[in-house]
């Protein structure tokens, strides 16, 4: 148990200690999202009535700032402890896969939650921001953040340089944050696209959060419980077989 | 008495290359044990199999008794490791470096015994400094202790004296010596300087493209090659070695 506090000790100070790129510079670039996207969209309805576009905005953003600020905590510190070599300073230690897996993945939940809640403190200031069902905000915040997480500690393991590391960002985390539904209601898109998003974890992520806050949303969410539940599991299960396997940790 | 490190036919491969190829070696409790060999014949590959860094293709390893796969927790508790690279962590200084350490094994409140090892290692100035801002002999020295700070009873040093200066080497070896005789670890290390090797150790083995070709008691290895430098020795065994086992 000591070990296993001492790592997630150390990998929460691990982005602490450069907060200003860990906390800071994501808190400034999703609330730069939100002056332009609330600024050019002011006025425009939103399929909810009595919900403003800020307030459809604001939990949208605040879940993608969660989701990829707990992949990049997990990704980037394997990415580079690999890189450096001091993963030998873990992987000699009598830590298991279990504990392993859970102190990098905590660490992601508490960097999601501390960027998620400064943004949305921020946000809180200059928008009026009800809070419908904090069970479902609190459940969807975990559940995502350890999806993202887990995902996170996968990408680390697979990728072996720091360029390999923008491949996902590229490729993989952006898109799917993208087409999540964070910037626009999916019934507001045409049906190939609406229909893409529906296959994205992501989405889910974020409907269901947004219901957490706002009370409504596109699905219901059970159904975003299920998916980001069942996706966050299988992720859990892949990570750790991975992690058992040594496959890229032990040659 | 159970031997502190024990290897039976261990074998690895890196593709169609063969590191080791059937190694078998014991190292008894409270040995100062040398493994030497050229560039390339294994050594590090070995020590990583022991210190469950990578998986052997075949072979039992133990530590202490305890099975390095099968009993990793107790083995790795047995086992202080020193890496041959010069490997550090940028965000931490030297202190948090050794508690962080120290807490990977479940030891909260280490402090005397960090402050013990860093004042041996003529470390103490430094504990508050940064890692980055280190030199590479200084490195090397928190290399050291944190495969000290729980304790080990099996200390493995790979290369340990690489870049660090004569007179530090001299306090270096003479706290590992320390260790040895007054405190009972048992030592297993790899270096390039065969003098330090033959001023300190009891027991050498010789290892030559993945196979071990000599292993005895220094002063065994000597008399039957009626020399007095280890060198000599070293470069005797390397050469008969070719003209007795050539194709
Ligand atoms: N991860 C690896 N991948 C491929 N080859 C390796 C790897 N590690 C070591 N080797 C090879 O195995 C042999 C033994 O290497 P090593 O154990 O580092 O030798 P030593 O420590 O005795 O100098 C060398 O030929 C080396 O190139
Ligand atoms: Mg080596």
């Keep these: 148990m000591q070990g296993f506090r001492t790592l997630l000790f150390k ?121 419908a069902h904090g069970l479902w905000l609190a459940i969807f915040t975990l559940l995502a953040t350890i999806m993202a997480g887990s995902l996170g500690i996968l990408a680390g393991i697979w990728a072996e340089k720091f360029d390999q590391m923008a491949v996902w960002q590229n490729f993989v985390i952006l898109p799917l944050t993208f087409l999540s539904g964070a910037f626009y209601s999916i019934h507001a898109l045409p049906p190939f696209w609406a229909q893409m998003t529906r296959f994205n974890p992501f989405f889910y992520a974020i409907d269901g959060f947004r219901y957490g806050l706002l009370g409504v949303g596109d699905v219901s969410p059970w159904t975003s419980l299920f998916v980001v539940g069942t996706t966050g599991l299988a992720l859990s299960w892949l990570t750790l077989a991975v992690l058992r396997s040594g496959w890229r940790l032990r040659t | 008495m159970q031997p502190a490190i024990e290897i039976q036919h261990l074998r690895k491969s890196f593709g169609s290359m063969q590191a080791l190829k059937g190694v078998s070696l014991q190292v008894p409790q409270g040995d100062f044990f040398a493994l030497l060999g050229p560039n390339g014949a294994g050594k590090t590959t070995l020590i990583n199999a022991l210190a469950g860094l990578s998986r052997p293709d075949s072979g039992v390893l133990r530590l202490m008794g305890h099975d390095v796969l099968k009993d990793y927790r107790a083995a790795r508790r047995s086992v202080g490791v020193v890496p041959q690279e010069l490997v550090f962590d940028p965000f931490f200084t030297v202190r948090e470096t050794l508690r962080i350490q120290s807490g990977y094994f479940g030891l909260r409140h280490n402090d005397d015994w960090i402050d013990d090892i860093l004042f041996n290692l003529q470390l103490a100035d430094k504990a508050e400094a940064n890692m980055r801002t280190l030199s590479g002999g200084m490195k090397r020295r928190v290399l050291i202790a944190q495969a000290l700070v729980h304790r080990p009873p099996v200390i493995v040093l790979d290369e340990p004296t690489a870049g660090v200066d004569v007179e530090l080497r001299q306090s270096l070896w003479k706290f590992i010596q320390r260790l040895n005789q007054k405190e009972g670890h048992t030592i297993l290390l790899t270096t390039h300087y065969l003098d330090e090797a033959e001023a300190l150790c009891r027991r050498v083995a010789i290892l030559k493209q993945g196979q071990i070709v000599a292993m005895d008691e220094l002063h065994h290895l000597l008399q039957s090659y009626h020399s007095d430098s280890l060198e000599e020795v070293f470069v005797a065994i390397l050469h008969q070695d070719e003209s007795v086992r050539g194709p």
């Design chain 1, 11 to 131: 990998e929460i100070l691990r982005f602490w200690k450069v907060w200003f790129q860990t906390i800071l510079a994501p808190l400034i670039s999703t609330l730069l999202y939100l002056l332009v996207f609330a600024q050019v969209m002011a006025g425009r309805p939103t399929l909810y009535p009595g919900v403003t576009y800020g307030a459809f905005l604001i939990p949208g953003l605040v879940m993608m700032s969660m989701l990829q600020n707990a992949f990049a905590n997990t990704s980037s510190s394997l990415v580079q402890s690999k890189v450096t070599g001091n993963l030998v300073f873990i992987l000699l230690t009598p830590l298991s896969t279990w504990e392993f897996y859970w102190a990098y993945v905590l660490a992601a939940v508490v960097r999601g939650v501390l960027v998620g809640s400064v943004v949305w403190l921020t946000a809180w200031f200059f928008f009026e921001l009800p809070l």
